[in-house]
Structure formats: structure tokens, C-alpha cells
């Protein structure tokens, strides 16, 4: 078992989780010198200001450098919690270079054993969504930066940190943030919250070492990527008992292990907690649907989050998929995700909203998360964040403060790109 113990960093903002995989990855390196580990609004204004390294750094603090202007600007535009919420394919962390794979390759189990046991150093990767650019053979807008944090050699799987929900205040729960899953679901994730999840290998970063380390490290061939088959989701209604599902449940259980973040098994007795139903939509969805949102509130679903609890708590999630064969377990779940939706359940659940008629609204493109009650224009909708799962609101109200959040956000990326390159 290799683990290593970085100080947990979550995004600040659905589109941070690039800014936060790369602050906390930054905290292998041990502060020495002039390089000391970035906050998350450092990280970000550095990408704004194209600063990679402490020789940039020491240039842009020049009134007389090119890129002193630029600097100065993006300190000023970023200087906010949440602020520059902007993508980014890459990650930018500061004073470190890294390797990628080549094309229609992967990390090896071994590549995970030399970094995780000999090198002591994480491993970020990235999965995508439907949308824009093409990777696979698949279209994507949205991606998801993660960071591989753990490599358990006995059962193949991998520890990850998953930097989202985006936290309202500071997070005092860091332990759902992180899940294992096995080598096969890195390789191709297949489902997040609903969502078709495409693992874009290209993106993975390995190798860290800081930018004047010039170690060789040998590392084994690349792995092979299996051929990626895409679902056909199979919706149901979910306002009634969904047939078959729990008789799948109790057949996965009966051979699947739950390790705590440590990587210990825990042992029983321990059982699954009400399924809760997702309906996933995508940005492009939220946006066109912008002038009646209740009508992405549907009674139908083909993908379903099962929390396992022991003693009542959460342990672990998993997903439940259904296709034109029935119910089997596949995709991924977040942890973190699911104890929010349980508590905002347990919140809300009463003599008029019985507990069974939550389900979870998600967004994964822009990892935005709502836990549900009710369909179409009667739908009521909670956040999944700490400030605001303890009210329930009008879907139209709700999501029609998320539509303006999104556009505006699109109107300020364009004005700081702008502002940026004339600086």
C-alpha cells in the first residue's frame, strides 16, 4: 500500500478544479529556497499571468518586463475567492514540469508503483464529457481534473482525491473527497453521476519533478487503452419502486470490499441506504432549456446512486447502471457528493416529502449538484454545498439564478481574456 499525505485542497468554483488538483499536488515538493506551495488564488492568478516559474516570477515583479502588465492585471481581476473561474486542459503548477502520455495510451499499474512508492509524488488525471472537442472518437466540453493520492498492488485499485463540490466555506469533512476505484475504471470511467465519462489519457500528468531536476527515471511501456464501448442508457420511471434494482444491489454486495481512505477493509455488518435516482443534464441542456427550466426535472433515470452506510454512516457510494440487460454496477460516485445529498435528504424528508422521492439533479460539466422533490414546475431544488442544502427552493427560481450565473460567467471569461492579452 503507497499513500501519500497531502494536505486536502477543494475547488473554489465549478470550474477550479485544475487550480485546486494543482495546489495540492504542489505539496509534494517540500518548500525550500524561494519555492513555497501556492494557495489557490495564486495558482490561478499565476495561469492568468502565464507564470510557471520562480524565474517568471522574479520577471513579472519588473515594471520593465513584458509581462509585468499582464501580472499586475490578473493579481487585480483574480484577487477574489472564486474569481477567474476559467477552464484549463492542463494543469499549471508552479516551479514543477511533468510528462504525458502519447496518444491512444495510458498509465501502466507500474507507472502508479514507481510514483506512488518510489517517488513519493501524486499523479493528476482527467475525465470529460460530451460536448465540443473530440477525444476518442467522443465529443467533450467539460472536463475534471482528479489526483491520484494512493496505489493499493494487492486488488489493482487506486486512491483518488476529487476536488468538487465546489465548498461555500471552509470544508471540515476532507475524507469524502477521496474513493478508491480499480485500475479498469481509470482506464475508462464510463459513467459520472449519470453523465457519459470519457477518460482523456493524453491529459494525465506524471513524472513531477521541479523544473531544474533533471532525474532519469525509467519508466515501462505505456498501456494499451480497450476499446471503449458507450452505453446505451435504458431509462425507467423512478416516481414507483424500480423494478429488478434491488435484487442487483444485493447480488454486487455480496462481493464487494469497501477500504476506508487508509486503505483498510471494512468489515461488516454494514448495508446500502435508500438508492437515490440521478437525472443528469449538460450544460448545453441547462442553457436551452434556459426559458422553462422545469422541464429538465423528469420522473425517468438510468443511473441510480446507492450510499453504503455502517452504523448509519457513510462509507462508500456506488452507481447502479441500467441498459437494455437490466441493472450491473459501473461508472463513478462521489463520496463527498453523496453524504451531501443524504444530509440535504434527511433535511427536507417529512409527513408532505417522503424520503423516497428525493433524487439528485446533476450538472457534472460544471460540477454543480442539487438534490430534488417533485417533477416538472412542482419541483423543489436544494444546493449541494454547505451554505445552501438546508433550503429548499422553486426549480424555476433556482435554476434560473444558475442560468444567469452561467452566462454572466461566459461574459467574464471573454472581458478577462481581453483586459489580459492588451495588458
Wanted: glycine residues 4%; proline residues 6%.
Amino acid at each position: 500500500m503507497f499513500l501519500l499525505d497531502l494536505k486536502p485542497e477543494v475547488q473554489e468554483a465549478n470550474n477550479l478544479c485544475w487550480a485546486a488538483v494543482s495546489t495540492m499536488a504542489l505539496r509534494a515538493f517540500p518548500q525550500q529556497g524561494k519555492f513555497r506551495h501556492l494557495t489557490q488564488r495564486k495558482t490561478v492568478i499565476y495561469r492568468e499571468a502565464e507564470i510557471r516559474t520562480l524565474s517568471d516570477l522574479a520577471n513579472a515583479r519588473l515594471e520593465d518586463d513584458p509581462n509585468h502588465g499582464r501580472f499586475k492585471g490578473a493579481s487585480k481581476a483574480c484577487r477574489k475567492t472564486g474569481s477567474c473561474n476559467l477552464t484549463s486542459p492542463d494543469l499549471h503548477l508552479f516551479d514543477v514540469k511533468t510528462a504525458k502520455c502519447t496518444a491512444d495510451k495510458a498509465l501502466s499499474l507500474e507507472h502508479f508503483r514507481i510514483e506512488l512508492e518510489d517517488r513519493k509524488r501524486p499523479v493528476a488525471i482527467r475525465w470529460s464529457y460530451e460536448g465540443k472537442l473530440e477525444t476518442n472518437g467522443r465529443l467533450r466540453t467539460g472536463d475534471h481534473a482528479l489526483l491520484v493520492t494512493g496505489y493499493n498492488p494487492e486488488c489493482s485499485q487506486l486512491r483518488i482525491f476529487d476536488p468538487w463540490p465546489a465548498a461555500s466555506d471552509p470544508d471540515p469533512e476532507p475524507a469524502p473527497h477521496e474513493k478508491w476505484i480499480s485500475y479498469e475504471s481509470y482506464l475508462n470511467p464510463k459513467n459520472d453521476h449519470g453523465q457519459d465519462a470519457v477518460a482523456v489519457h493524453e491529459f494525465d500528468e506524471f513524472r513531477m519533478q521541479r523544473v531544474d531536476d533533471n532525474q532519469q527515471i525509467v519508466y515501462p511501456a505505456f498501456a494499451d487503452i480497450p476499446p471503449r464501448l458507450v452505453r446505451q442508457g435504458n431509462c425507467v420511471p423512478f416516481d414507483r419502486k424500480i423494478p429488478e434494482l434491488q435484487d442487483a444491489i444485493r447480488k454486487f454486495m455480496r462481493s464487494h470490499v469497501v477500504r476506508n481512505s487508509s486503505g483498510a477493509v471494512i468489515h461488516g455488518p454494514y448495508d446500502t441506504g435508500r438508492p437515490v435516482p440521478i437525472v443528469p443534464h449538460t450544460r448545453a441542456a441547462l442553457l436551452r432549456d434556459a426559458h422553462d427550466p422545469s422541464a429538465l426535472f423528469k420522473k425517468t433515470t438510468s443511473t441510480v446512486a446507492v450510499p453504503l452506510l455502517r452504523r448509519g454512516k457513510l462509507i462508500d457510494s456506488i452507481m447502479m447502471l441500467h441498459d437494455k440487460n437490466g441493472w450491473h454496477p459501473g461508472g463513478y460516485c462521489s463520496n463527498k457528493v453523496t453524504s451531501l445529498l443524504l444530509k440535504a435528504r434527511e433535511q427536507h424528508a417529512g409527513k408532505s416529502r417522503k424520503e423516497r422521492d428525493f433524487y439528485l439533479v446533476s450538472i457534472p460539466e460544471i460540477s454543480t449538484f442539487y438534490v430534488a422533490h417533485g417533477f416538472h414546475d412542482k419541483a423543489d431544488v436544494a444546493a449541494l454545498n454547505r451554505r445552501e442544502l438546508k433550503r429548499l427552493r422553486q426549480c424555476r427560481e433556482s435554476f434560473g439564478e444558475l442560468i444567469k450565473c452561467v452566462r454572466c460567467e461566459d461574459r467574464e471569461r471573454a472581458e478577462l481574456r481581453e483586459t489580459l492579452m492588451s495588458a
